[in-house]
């Protein structure tokens, strides 16, 4: 049988990538935009949010619109996906991505930095899951791609805290992805390692050693790159990716392999 669709084209589809103001997130906005979706960015930070959006816009044809707050708050989130709906009447895809952990030895975290790392990370997907959902289900079509870590299979140095919040979000694809299944929605999590971008070099300043171990254990010999993330996430946005759904993918130059 022919198979008509056009998988490797998001032309009019509308995407929401959380924490997409910079980094990772910035490289997955850019990689949709490029295939033809109007993309929602968001980040915490006012000003750095709406410039990304205004660089991105002008590397592209698609539409990019901005949306800046704290996703792990319900009412931004509910203002979020809103602003999405109002402007293109729709959400085809969701990207998961926002968060950051405070990495460090997990008896010298804090109650604050342990609140944090959680927040940051599992509640910003489990509000904007929840939230969007819903125009999900209406349309009978969707994807959801989270953003994990590697970490959380191989128990990476100064991670628990990271890995308590990345794990939610491995546990919860695996969840929503078999009661949404039926309806042509599919969740997935892209897990990469080290990831060469501005939070590693932040822990390779404070310890460069550490920095140098999370590398090590990868075979390929360095970090991933941003772009390596993005397009992972690209596949799965994609028509050609409507028959996996619940999984974890490693996107990690072998460091855990099966």
Same mark, same amino acid.
């Given at each position: 049988?022919?198979?008509?669709?056009?998988?490797?084209?998001?032309?009019?589809?509308?995407?929401?990538?959380?924490?997409?103001?910079?980094?990772?997130?910035?490289?997955?906005?850019?990689?949709?935009?490029?295939?033809?979706?109007?993309?929602?960015?968001?980040?915490?930070?006012?000003?750095?949010?709406?410039?990304?959006?205004?660089?991105?816009?002008?590397?592209?044809?698609?539409?990019?619109?901005?949306?800046?707050?704290?996703?792990?708050?319900?009412?931004?989130?509910?203002?979020?996906?809103?602003?999405?709906?109002?402007?293109?009447?729709?959400?085809?895809?969701?990207?998961?991505?926002?968060?950051?952990?405070?990495?460090?030895?997990?008896?010298?975290?804090?109650?604050?930095?342990?609140?944090?790392?959680?927040?940051?990370?599992?509640?910003?997907?489990?509000?904007?899951?929840?939230?969007?959902?819903?125009?999900?289900?209406?349309?009978?079509?969707?994807?959801?791609?989270?953003?994990?870590?590697?970490?959380?299979?191989?128990?990476?140095?100064?991670?628990?805290?990271?890995?308590?919040?990345?794990?939610?979000?491995?546990?919860?694809?695996?969840?929503?992805?078999?009661?949404?299944?039926?309806?042509?929605?599919?969740?997935?999590?892209? +897990?990469?390692?080290?990831?060469?971008?501005?939070?590693?070099?932040?822990?390779?300043?404070?310890?460069?050693?550490?920095?140098?171990?999370?590398?090590?254990?990868?075979?390929?010999?360095? +970090?991933?790159?941003?772009?390596?993330?993005?397009?992972?996430?690209?596949?799965?946005?994609?028509?050609?990716?409507?028959?996996?759904?619940?999984?974890?993918?490693?996107?990690?130059?072998?460091?855990?392999?099966?």
């Amino acid at each position: 049988m022919e198979d008509n669709r056009m998988s490797e084209s998001l032309e009019g589809k509308v995407a929401i990538v959380t924490g997409s103001a910079r980094g990772i997130g910035r490289a997955i906005a850019l990689k949709l935009a490029h295939s033809g979706a109007n993309v929602l960015i968001s980040g915490t930070n006012e000003e750095r949010t709406h410039k990304a959006c205004e660089e991105m816009q002008a590397l592209t044809k698609s539409q990019i619109k901005y949306y800046a707050g704290d996703l792990s708050e319900e009412e931004n989130v509910e203002e979020m996906v809103k602003y999405t709906i109002d402007s293109w009447g729709k959400i085809d895809i969701l990207v998961n991505n926002a968060g950051g952990g405070v990495i460090l030895p997990f008896l010298e975290q804090t109650p604050d930095t342990l609140k944090t790392t959680i927040n940051r990370n599992l509640w910003t997907a489990i509000w904007s899951c929840y939230k969007v959902l819903p125009y999900m289900v209406e349309a009978r079509q969707g994807r959801i791609i989270n953003v994990g870590a590697d970490s959380v299979r191989n128990g990476l140095w100064e991670h628990a805290a990271y890995n308590a919040a990345k794990g939610g979000v491995h546990a919860m694809t695996t969840g929503l992805a078999r009661e949404f299944a039926e309806g042509d929605i599919t969740v997935n999590t892209v +897990a990469p390692p080290a990831v060469d971008c501005e939070a590693l070099d932040r822990i390779r300043e404070r310890d460069s050693g550490l920095v140098d171990k999370y590398i090590d254990i990868i075979p390929k010999g360095r +970090a991933a790159r941003e772009e390596e993330v993005a397009d992972s996430v690209w596949y799965l946005s994609t028509d050609g990716a409507s028959f996996i759904t619940g999984q974890v993918i490693s996107v990690n130059g072998g460091s855990n392999m099966l």
